[in-house]
């Protein structure tokens, strides 16, 4: 539930800047109006799907971890890692800061 929440809070947010960028160019209540439409329009279905996809792939992740460590040890690795694919995305997307380039370079300590 935890990833499907930040997920679906990622993606809503990165439509929402995108779409900010176009408010200059038409009236402010004919954009507000165009822009609560285009997101309903898009999360809709979006979010109809999106927690089918994300326990999907949590399932497939769930039981590569267990094969691979175990059941509890594969589970918590497996929800391990999907923070940090999100905590990378959310990093980029608040502060333009690439965590992968942070990790690899042992620079992690400046930005905790």
Do not use: C, D
Request: aromatic residues 16%.
């Amino acid at each position: 539930m935890s990833i499907t929440i930040l997920t679906a809070n990622l993606l809503t947010t990165a439509l929402g800047s995108y779409l900010v960028t176009y408010r200059n160019h038409v009236k402010p209540l004919t954009f507000t109006f165009l822009g609560m439409a285009v997101t309903v329009l898009i999360f809709y279905p979006l979010f109809a799907r999106l927690e089918l996809w994300v326990k999907g792939l949590s399932t497939k992740i769930v039981k590569k971890g267990k094969s691979l460590a175990g059941k509890y040890l594969g589970l918590f690795l497996a929800f391990a890692g999907a923070m940090v694919v999100l905590a990378h995305f959310y990093a980029k997307m608040w502060y333009h800061v690439n965590l992968w380039g942070v990790l690899v370079q042992g620079e992690i300590g400046k930005y905790l």
